[in-house]
């Protein structure tokens, strides 16, 4: 019989081990797994997968290696960092979400770019716009053609030295909150409107690391900055799979980590209250995280190659996978992701039921 003492518990270095399921759920909990490892027909590579029930490391898992840049190979270790894409949007998210805590900014405020005269309706853009992607400006996410798309240009092309000045020439082609287009530029943007608050630009990721990383002890995160000093938040953050999933955790705790509120109290409902469908994946996004609208209230972090974090509240779970595959696998991965989740919707079911019987 499981350790039925459930309580919520925070990692200190190390995440808390099984102490909950037996032999029996993770055998059926290993053999799904081992289809998103190996089935790359199917999901593609998938480097490192972790999952967190009730405060325990339930499985940890990694492959032999993954590929970076140039398809060199870098063997795994529990200690390899892997890039967020726009997993990193997420996490501006709660960056947002303290400086309106510490009242640094607040939702509703308008951007005051000088670039953008008096006159500019941009300047009817407010934070709230940026992460809910509703701010109306003009931006293509499109990943396969590079003569139209804005993303690639503005990571990779004119724009990767200085992605805030990128986006400041860009025009509005609707009024702000009126049409929803995921964007990164949004959230560059959004990433170097917080940035302006400080000094320079080091101060502000030293608030991040000050504010957020060091209480969460989330250690490993670097950040991708582009020439002028702006984090890339649309898409890089670097870090540990367990780091990850502690940006997960603190989510379903509703913001708090031990005794810390870090965020406030109804940032985690604004930020994941799904509003508006994207058309591209039919998939409901809130304001920096993804809404899966099942029942179990689900809500994640996702970015390019399948890249994951997933927090189901309803079963005191986080999983976080990290991989590299193609635009139709991540669909895959989602679907095996949501398969998974309702596996843990029993094994909840079971120990709540023993809880109730023998405690």
Known sequence: MPNLEVSFLFPEKNWAKN????????????????????????????????????????????????????????????????????????????????????QLVHLDEKLDFKEWSRGDERRNITINHLLTMTDGLCFNENYEDFNTSDVINMLFGSGKDDVGAFMLDKKLVHCPGEVFNYSSGSTNLCSYYLGSKFKHSS???????????????????????????????????????????????????????????????????????????DPTNNQYYGAGWWN??????????????????????????????????????????????????EMFSEIHNRITHLRQQFL
Request: proline letters at 2%; a negative charge; hydrophobic letters at 45%.
């Open 203 to 277: 101060e502000f990721l030293e608030f991040i690391k000050k504010e957020i990383f060091n209480p969460l002890g989330t250690f490993s995160f670097e950040f991708g900055l582009d020439k002028a000093g702006t984090w890339i938040a649309s898409s890089y953050l670097y870090g540990t799979i367990d780091d990850y999933a502690r940006i997960g955790y603190l989510y379903l705790r509703n913001g708090k980590w031990k005794n810390l509120q870090i965020l406030p109290t109804s940032w985690v409902q604004y930020s994941t209250e799904p509003r508006n469908l």
């Open 19 to 102: 102490d909950l399921l037996d032999e029996f759920d993770l055998e059926k909990l290993n053999d799904a797994v081992n289809d998103l490892f190996f089935n790359e027909i199917c999901f593609g590579l998938t480097y490192a997968f972790e999952v967190i029930f009730l405060g325990r490391q339930i499985i940890k898992r990694f492959a032999e290696y993954k590929f970076n840049w140039g398809n060199s190979k870098e063997f795994i270790t529990p200690e390899t960092k892997f890039c967020s894409w726009s997993v990193a949007k997420s996490v501006l998210n709660c960056v947002v979400g303290v400086m309106v805590k510490k």
């Open 292 to 341: 899966l609208m099942d029942s179990f209230g689900t809500y994640y972090a996702a970015g390019y190659e399948g890249q994951l974090i997933l927090v189901v509240p309803a079963l005191d779970l986080v999983v976080v996978r990290l991989g590299k595959s193609e635009i139709n696998q991540e669909r895959e991965v989602l679907n095996f992701m949501k398969n998974f989740i």
